[in-house]
Structure formats: C-alpha cells, structure tokens
C-alpha cells in the first residue's frame, strides 16, 4: 500500500499516520492527559485546528486561573486528511498552521506547546473519550451552484454531521460539546442533539447530550486573537445544565469582564443571531452597489458622499463596498438561515426577499470591474484581449492574507475569461489557492473556475513578489484591496515602473483627487467603482492641456 502525504503550503511533506500510529498516538495523550488531571486541569478538545480553531485552542490554553496558573490542557483535533494532516505536527511544534498578520497569535502558541506544555496536537478520535469540554469548530459551508443566485446551493452539513456522531460515540455523558461553528438556524437542536441522542442511547446513556451554541466573531488582521478572546459573545443551551455549563466555560476562557457574555434562552436564538448579524452587514454593502453605479454614470463621487454622511453618528458603520464583498462568513451565511427555512423547518413559502438578493449583489459586484478595465483599455485604443494586467491585492480585505471569496478572484477570473494575461501581487500572500489548486480548492468541483471559460491556465498563476518587477510592462494596472503598501503609491514611480503610460482601475477609493489627476497628466486612463467624478477631472486636464498649446 503507497504511503500517502499531505503537503504544507512551504512544501514539507508529511505521512499520514498508519493503523500502528493511532494506538501509539493515544497511549501518548492518555499518559500526557493523566499528567494534567493531577494538576486539576480541565480537558479541553476543540475540534478543527483551521482558522478559527487554532486562535481558540490557543486562547483556552494561554487562559490562567486567579493564581496565574494554567486552568485548561487543550488538545486541537484534526482528521488526518490529505489536504490538513499537516496542521498537526506543524502545531505540536509550535508553530502556528495559520499565518496571521497578529503579532501575539504565533508567540501564543509557541508559549503554550514549549514553555507551558498545556496544548497539543492529535489525529486520534480516542482523545475525544478524555475529555471535560469539546470546542466544535468544524466547517458547515454553503455551495452555491450558480454565480448570482444563492438560492440554487445548499447548506455542505456532511462534516459536521459526522464528527457529532463520532464525538457522541466517544464523550463523556458529562461532557460539554460548544459547537462554534455558523450553522444553520435549527443544527444544534434539530440536528446535532438526535444525531448524539441516538448515539448516547445505544451506547444506554439515558442522559441528554450537553449540547451548547456560541458562535464566534472572529476577523483576520492585527486583531486576530482579540476578536476571539477580547469581544462580546452570544451563547446558549440545549437545557439549564448545558447553559450553565457554557457560561461557566466561557467565563473562564474569554475576557467576559469587560466584554459580557450575551446569554439566550435556545440555541436556535444563538444560531439566528449570527446568521442576522451578517447578513445585515452584506445587505449595507450590497445597497450601496446600485449607488455605486449610479455615482459613476452621474459624476458622482461616492467615497465623498459617504464621508459626508458617516458625520451623521447614526450612520457612522457605512461603508464602500469595494469589488464585492469576501472573507468566510458574509458571502454566504444569508444562505444557511434561508436554507434552513425550507430544509430544516419545513416551510415552503418564500419569505426571504432582501437577503438573498444582498448576496447575490455582492457575488457579482467585481463583474463590473471587468468591465471598467475593458473601457479604460478601449480608451486608450488598446484591447483588452492579450493586455497585460496587473491587480493589486488578493485578499477580501485591506491588511490581511485571507483569499476566501475574494472579489479579486472574480475579478482574475473575469479577465482572464475576456483574453487578459494576468500577474498578482499581495504582500500578504505568497500562494494564491484558489488557482493554484482550483482543481480540488475549496473543494473538489466547488472552484469558482466552472463558471468561467478559459480558466485551466490559471493554475499557473503565482504571486509577484516584487512589486517594481510586477508594474514592468502593465497594460493596466487595478488597485483591488486598501493594502496599506498601495495607498502611497506615487503615480510618477507607477508610470516609470510599468514603463508607459497605461489603465488605472481603483476598485476602493485609493486614489485621491491629487493622484487621479497627475494619471491623466501623465498619459494614462483612469477609472473607479463609484468615482464618477473622475470623468471631470479627465475633461480638465484635457482643457489645460489644450491651454498649453
């Protein structure tokens, strides 16, 4: 039998662990487990070591109790799958499996595997029978089967469904299972407590599983580990001991004296509060694409209305919404709450209106800068077919190396689809996935790839790492992402580093009046998502040129 490996992102290579290793590896965590009771520690698994549950783990373990001493032994779980198995050793050497721009997330983790020795990392589904507290971070997407229409996709529960009947076959009746993840509104009650019910009662468990809902407001950047470890949460219980339970757990964990825990009455209020709480803010972002449009077409500058309406207090959270909307939770939690009403509550009428149409605006939205590149070349009587392009920033959002439904995507994709040739630069990614491996990422069949033609050479696409180089020879260049390396970007050293006057695409108010201006003096087109002032500039620099002569 060949020997399979997963690959980290550097390129090391790691076995998947054989029959031999599992009842290795659980002797290690049984020895290691009884060596923490003896210091009063509380067992805490959480299951998935991704991008929440890496910053969780790490939170519980760094967590003291009033005398300064570590209160919790945490274990991160992962299945030893091709594509993740590598997070384990990575992790159980220290060293964070998420690379963060938070500078307090990788000496967290280092602490608390080699100086405090109270965080490890396990393959073994056994560790879960060890333990007092089990963190349920298991990914629940939702898949879409159309670009644009949320509706015709489904809530991909097959994960978590299976690790609850694997944790029911192997926790303590007296363990209490959190489940973190965004689900659907209904999962905990309706779907979790049968599935570990069943489970509890052929293994005679007569008691009720201690099921409890808290979701996360997790958000990549400099604040990484504060927004999980420093911020208000929303819990609830399947019943009072569940309840009281979580709360206890989450008192001791999170930093609740100066950021309450909100606590509701079921987990389906938990569950909906999460799903509303995003959904709300991707309906803000999507209002604003209409005006976007209509700024550009009516010599309109957005970015200057909008400051002039954020002075009003009660709508000081407006903000631009960029070439659409991206991260993990915002492009697609809409999308489990209307799931759910049909799938797990069983109603058929349709009352959902606004929140699908929210996402499928924001879905869409980095179509139009496709669109603008083509005008911009046009402009310039170049085509847009074999132009070379430049797009400034992979990542959803400004600061971070987080590429999940990122409008850049649509955008790379978009082009690529018209006949652009493109090159990327972030200098927060060195690997782009969703590319690289657009034959299996996210998922096998769930690229965005299949709504594109043209799309198979792409999975050459690498990152530029240097920005001087990547501007040589641009026929246009996008500034997709508020990445702070591109908001002081001088367009005299941009024209001299392409080498030529060339398009200008600015997808977030990067550009100020100043900048946009000395473009145009200096040969070059220049277009923006709601800049529809810049036309005006255009005509005066135009005129003072004219002037000149």
């Not at 100086?115 to 490890?120: F, H, R, S, V, Y």
């Not at 803000?284 to 700024?295: C, K, Q, T």
Request: hydrophobic content about 40%.
């Amino acid at each position: 039998m060949s020997i399979q490996y997963s690959v980290s992102p550097d390129g090391e290579k790691f076995a998947l662990p054989s029959e031999q290793d599992y009842k290795k590896e659980f002797e290690r965590l049984k020895k290691e487990i009884a060596r923490q009771k003896k210091m009063d520690r509380e067992i805490v698994v959480v299951m998935g070591v991704g991008f929440v549950g890496v910053a969780m783990a790490a939170v519980v373990a760094d967590t003291v109790d009033k005398k300064g001493r570590p209160g919790k032994f945490v274990v991160g779980m992962q299945r030893p799958s091709v594509r993740s198995y590598w997070k384990i050793p990575v992790l159980n050497r220290g060293v964070s499996p998420v690379v963060s721009e938070d500078k307090e997330l990788a000496p967290m983790i280092e602490r608390c595997v080699t100086e405090k020795k109270n965080l490890t990392a396990t393959f073994s589904y056994d560790v879960l029978s060890l333990a007092d507290v089990v963190v349920v971070d298991v990914q629940c997407d939702y898949l879409k089967d159309d670009l644009g229409n949320v509706r015709n996709g489904f809530a991909d529960m097959a994960a978590l469904e299976s690790s609850l009947a694997i944790m029911a076959e192997y926790v303590s009746p007296e363990a209490l299972v959190l489940i973190e993840t965004t689900v659907a509104p209904g999962t905990t009650e309706q779907i979790a407590y049968p599935i570990m019910k069943k489970v509890f009662q052929k293994r005679g468990i007569k008691s009720d599983p201690l099921l409890a809902h808290s979701y996360e407001r997790v958000m990549p950047g400099k604040d990484y580990v504060k927004s999980i470890r420093d911020f208000w949460r929303v819990c609830s219980g399947i019943n009072k001991k569940a309840r009281d339970r979580v709360v206890k757990f989450l008192n001791e964990v999170l930093n609740t004296s100066d950021y309450p825990l909100t606590v509701l009455d079921k987990p389906i209020e938990s569950e909906t509060a999460k799903i509303i709480e995003n959904s709300y803010r991707a309906t803000i972002l999507a209002f604003l694409d209409e005006w976007s449009i209509f700024a550009e077409r009516n010599g309109v500058d957005l970015m200057k209305v909008i400051k002039a309406i954020k002075v009003r207090p009660t709508h000081s959270n407006i903000i631009f919404p960029g070439p659409g909307i991206g991260g993990y939770c915002l492009p697609k939690d809409g999308g489990l709450g209307v799931w759910a009403y049909k799938h797990i509550h069983g109603f058929e009428d349709d009352i959902f209106k606004i929140t699908p149409l929210a996402i499928n605006i924001n879905d869409t939205r980095a179509l139009h800068v496709g669109q603008l590149t083509r005008d911009a070349l046009r402009n310039m009587s170049r085509p847009i077919a074999a132009a070379e392009i430049l797009l400034l920033g992979a990542s959803y959002r400004e600061d971070v190396g987080d590429t999940r439904y990122s409008g850049s995507e649509v955008i790379v994709r978009k082009l690529t689809e018209m006949g652009a040739e493109l090159k990327v630069h972030d200098p927060y990614l060195s690997h782009w996935w969703e590319f690289e491996s657009q034959d299996t990422y996210p998922s096998p069949g769930h690229s965005l790839g299949r709504f594109f033609r043209n799309q198979d050479k792409l999975k050459n696409l690498h990152m530029e790492k240097d920005l001087k180089a990547a501007f040589k020879g641009a026929d246009a260049v996008i500034f997709a992402v508020r990445h702070e390396q591109y908001l002081d970007l001088d367009p005299d050293k941009v024209v001299k580093m392409v080498g030529d006057s060339c398009a200008i695409i600015d997808c977030f108010g990067i550009l100020d009046d100043a900048k946009i201006r000395r473009y145009f003096e200096l040969g070059c087109e220049v277009k923006g998502l709601g800049r529809g002032h810049i036309r005006r500039i255009k005509d005066e620099v135009r005129r003072q040129k004219m002037k000149g002569k």
